[in-house]
T-cell receptor
């Protein structure tokens, strides 16, 4: 069966510090991978998606970046965090859009 | 701009009642519709998908789709306190990012014992 792992679960980082969040998927090949952010009291905002190794599309201009070094690994990064980067970061995977997404457990990031 | 609209709530129902959650969408070509449940502090969990007009039942949950009215709903029968959560409606963003789902902002449901 397919599983998705996301870590860390919580993170408190100072403004200006770097960020690296990792997501891995097991039990499937060539999944579509997504990074979403959910700010407090707000909806899900798509940040990045990837349909294959090295293929990254950005939905929202920001100081975040994403990489997919391996088929089932998706990394979200930042060189310098802003206060506005605080939120709940969710990784998700799908085979195709008609089957919906499966989300990871999420990382709650607080930038202080 | 393609949109998915939900009443933010909170929707409060007594235990044992039917909870009705509604969602409208703007893209007429949408073919797949999803309901996610998100408990406070947790990630969304897919609970229902529906592709054809009419009703789809799964246990206490029934999804209803009316493509002509661009309306999808989720009924929860015999509501339990454990159903208290935020329910998100989602539709694929056809013509946009590959595999991108557009999510509504969710309806918060509270089931009172």
């Amino acid at each position: 069966s397919q599983t998705i792992h996301q870590w860390p679960a919580t993170l408190v980082q100072p403004v200006g510090s770097p960020l690296s969040l990792e997501c891995t998927v097991e039990g499937t090949s060539n999944p579509n991978l997504y990074w979403y952010r959910q700010a407090a009291g707000r909806g899900l905002q798509l940040l990045f998606y990837s349909v294959g190794i090295g293929q990254i599309s950005s939905e929202v201009p920001q100081n975040l970046s994403a990489s997919r070094p391996q088929d089932r690994q998706f990394i979200l990064s930042s060189k310098k965090l802003l206060l506005s980067d605080s939120g709940f970061y969710l990784c998700a995977w799908s085979v195709e859009d008609s089957y919906g997404y499966t989300f990871g457990s999420g990382t709650r990031l607080t930038v202080v | 701009q393609k949109e998915v609209e939900q009443n933010s709530g909170p929707l409060s129902v007594p235990e044992g009642a039917i909870a009705s959650l509604n969602c409208t969408y703007s893209d007429r070509v949408s073919q797949s519709f999803f309901w996610y449940r998100q408990y406070s502090g947790k990630s969304p969990e897919l609970i229902m998908s529906i592709y054809s007009n009419g009703d789809k039942e799964d246990g206490r949950f029934t999804a209803q789709l009316n493509k002509a009215s661009q309306y999808v709903s989720l009924l929860i029968r015999d509501s339990q306190p454990s159903d208290s959560a935020t329910y998100l409606c989602a539709v694929p963003n056809y013509g946009g990012s590959q595999g991108n789902l557009i999510f509504g902002k969710g309806t918060k449901l509270s089931v009172k014992p």
